[in-house]
């Protein structure tokens, strides 16, 4: 049976698409957003999927874009199924992330179900075309941002017509009530209805009710659907003090089984002795107008639950004065400004003067048509500091007049990301390019790379190296082993290789060279990077060629560092964690009893550890509130990610295999495999508790760090269950008796 995944947030459509296709020999699953949808298929793969756009928590658009970055779920058919996002833009835009079929509401049954099967038939008959490759993150923001600011439009157009079409409406209801009235009605001192008849020629209103109050009945002698009791009441008050009444609206169902609305209004009616004997007057069927209002409101709801609920500042300014005239909360908080004061300000006023050309000039070419973003713009807060902004700008009509929408984009923490980056790059390039070792990177038979040492010892110009054939550079004598080593290295035999081997230089001498490689990975391809030195004098300086090997290790592990600092560049909250993790771990292994290389092993497991986390985005790893499943799910893929990583490299020590088990816990409650005692490997216990001590100790954006004393007592706590017994007792002997400090 063909499995179909529906996605709709508005119940009475979800159950009714639902309905239609269980009729017809589907079987179905329902979700609300795009948030239940992806747990959905994740737990039952479906063999296509039906989505709304316009969704609370994840719409329509960004679920597509999900679906395709999951490998998993993207070779299912994605179909789109909107009444709101109707434009060729949107469509266009579905197409982009990868959806086969974009369907506009409403679509006959018939019709939907024709479409359904041509593209079940087309996909799983043969080897239908994939979708398209998923966009990237600037485009798929600009398209999204687009089709956002289109719907804001046609919403704030909708509205401006609503009020319109309203205020027509009322005028020419207020206009009809003046000069007549739809029913004619008299009741008795006792409020007993004792006459009703139309207006004129018109047919009763009342009429309109399935069942109506009849002559000797009072008005809420039968159940409406409003008011209700104390609306009622308060009317018999009214009517009991023989008071006037003006326009009081009841509703009941109609004939037609939908709600109808009724006001009426009346006088009281006097003898010639003063004595009150009943009332008269006149009733309007107004179910049209309660219609309008109602679907008003929806509309205002609607675009206010949109215009808030948008995660960029959005404000709209006046396309000429350039005044703001309404935002939403999150450019309140960008700024700093309640949202009355925004309303007095201008562009110019949150731009900083020396950028202000620019940026105005930014501002045009998006009017014009010329540009779909303006990258990089300062903007100036409350308090006179300044944030960088990505700026989304379109023309509409707001409030009867020429309006701007903008949507701006907080990219502040992108840039200092970036910035810190290159300075990173910058400084591990100087230690290269200025280390007294030569350092090159071969992919077996070419010179990708060699640092101006490389290029000294071997007597080439700078740059002269680049692409220069391997074989070329060694002795004839020497190939075979060189290329045996290079081999073993590429194909995984050999974690790391160290040799000597004579070298051609450029003027055709030759000289001895000392090198060690080992196997990484570039662009996804494999490469060998590597040391190498001049050792020509080796049997007159053995003790100096010691001093290279252990520049060499030294090197080594400065490229460690320098990957696990280019690691938590991303996450400034853990920047450090895994070098004290590696201290801390080194320490435990120490009073363990662990020998210096097995000491050492720990170290570099402890550095590498969390190398994963390069795969999660940086704004989960900083988010300071709680995270949501999925956000969770992802960061506790990091171990898994790390092992990928690090398996392809073959240390000396499992340090892959620390890295994939350091979240496992003695009782098995641990991820990513539920491992339990003896299973998790020594060295990933003595990890799990180090990492665990940082952690606690440590200041998150959600929480404040523990003190040392109260972070042991809950490991202690947690001995023998989810932490090693003997770990946590070395862990507290080297805390408690030998006063060991958490390092800085």
Avoid at 74 to 84: G, L, N, Q, V
Avoid at 701 to 718: F, K, Q, S
Wanted: net charge negative; hydrophobic share 40%.
């Amino acid at each position: 049976m063909i499995h179909v995944l529906i996605v709709e947030d508005h119940e009475e459509n979800r159950n009714l698409l639902k309905m239609l296709l269980q009729a017809n020999g589907y079987r179905v699953t329902a979700a609300g957003d795009g948030l239940e949808a992806l747990a959905a298929a994740r737990r039952d793969r479906p063999d296509a999927v039906v989505s709304d756009v316009l969704m609370p928590k994840m719409d329509g658009f960004a679920l597509c874009r999900a679906w395709m970055q999951d490998t998993a779920l993207r070779p299912i058919p994605f179909i789109f199924y909107s009444a709101t996002y109707v434009r060729p833009d949107d469509e266009q835009f579905a197409m982009a992330l990868g959806a086969v079929r974009y369907l506009i509401k409403p679509v006959e049954a018939q019709v939907f179900l024709r479409e359904l099967r041509a593209m079940l038939q087309q996909w799983t008959g043969r080897a239908a075309p994939g979708p398209a490759a998923p966009l990237d993150d600037a485009a798929s923001h600009v398209l999204h941002e687009s089709a956002l600011a289109r719907k804001l439009e046609d919403k704030m157009a909708q509205l401006e017509a609503a009020n319109h079409r309203l205020a027509q409406s009322e005028a020419r209801f207020r206009s009809l009530t003046e000069m007549s009235s739809d029913l004619y009605w008299e009741s008795d001192a006792e409020h007993r209805l004792t006459r009703r008849a139309s207006a004129g020629e018109k047919s009763s209103t009342a009429s309109v009710f399935a069942r109506t109050a009849q002559i000797g009945e009072r008005r809420w002698d039968i159940a409406y659907l409003s008011p209700d009791a104390a609306g009622w009441a308060a009317h018999q008050a009214v009517l009991d003090a023989h008071q006037p009444f003006r326009e009081f609206e009841f509703s009941r169902l109609g004939a037609d089984g939908t709600e109808k609305f009724i006001s009426i209004s009346g006088d009281p009616v006097f003898d010639a002795s003063g004595a009150f004997t009943g009332y008269r007057g006149v009733g309007t069927n107004i179910t049209k107008r309660k219609r309008a209002e109602n679907a008003l409101r929806e509309s205002e709801a609607e675009l206010r639950a949109m215009f808030d609920g948008v995660v960029d500042g959005i404000l709209v300014a006046d396309a000429e004065s350039r005044e703001f005239l309404t935002g939403n909360p999150e450019i309140c908080r960008m700024l700093g400004y309640p949202l009355e004061e925004i309303v007095y300000m201008g562009i110019p006023d949150i731009h900083r003067k020396q950028d202000l050309p620019r940026a105005m000039e930014q501002f045009e070419k998006m009017l014009h048509g010329e540009i779909q973003l303006a990258a990089d713009i300062p903007v100036m807060r409350r308090d006179g500091s300044v944030f960088y902004a990505d700026i989304k700008a379109a023309r509409i009509r707001f409030d009867g007049r020429d309006a701007m929408l903008g949507i701006y984009r907080d990219i502040t923490e992108r840039k200092q990301a970036e910035r810190a980056l290159v300075e990173s790059e910058q400084r591990f390039r100087s230690l290269v390019e200025q280390s007294l070792v030569g350092i090159f990177t071969i992919d077996g038979e070419r010179v990708v790379y060699t640092n101006p040492r490389a290029e000294e010892i071997l007597g080439y110009e700078p740059g002269g190296l680049a692409g220069a054939s391997v074989t070329a550079l060694i002795a004839n004598e020497d190939q075979p082993a060189v290329e045996r080593e290079i081999r073993r290295l590429l194909t995984g035999e050999a974690p790391i290789a160290k040799l000597e081997f004579r070298a051609r230089r450029k003027d055709g001498s030759e000289v001895t060279i000392g090198a060690q490689g080992m196997r990484t990975r570039v662009d996804d391809r494999p490469v060998i990077v590597g040391v190498l030195q001049d050792i020509s004098e080796k049997k007159r300086a053995e003790e100096q060629i010691q001093r290279y090997v252990a520049q060499l290790e030294n090197a080594f592990m400065s490229t460690v560092r320098v990957v696990t600092t280019l690691a938590e560049l991303r996450d400034p909250y853990t920047a450090g964690h895994q070098r004290r993790v590696a201290e801390i771990a080194l320490a435990i292994g120490a009073e363990f009893g662990f020998d210096a290389r097995r000491q050492e092993g720990l170290r570099v497991a402890g550095y590498l550890h969390d190398i994963g986390k390069l795969s999660i985005p940086s704004e989960i790893l900083s988010k300071p509130g709680k995270l949501s499943p999925i956000e969770f799910k992802m960061v506790q893929g990091h171990a898994q990610a790390s092992y990928d990583v690090l398996k392809e490299v073959e240390f000396p020590w499992p340090v892959a295999e620390v890295a994939l088990q350091h979240h496992e816990r003695m009782d098995g409650s641990g991820y990513p495999q539920g491992l339990k005692g003896e299973a998790i490997l020594l060295e990933a216990r003595i990890v799990a508790v180090a990492n665990a001590i940082d952690a606690l100790c440590s200041h998150r954006p959600y929480r404040a760090g523990l003190g040392i004393e109260a972070v042991l007592t809950e490991i202690e706590r947690d001995r023998g269950s989810l932490y090693d017994a003997e770990v946590v007792d070395a862990c507290l002997r080297l805390f408690r008796d030998r006063r060991y400090r958490l390092p800085q």
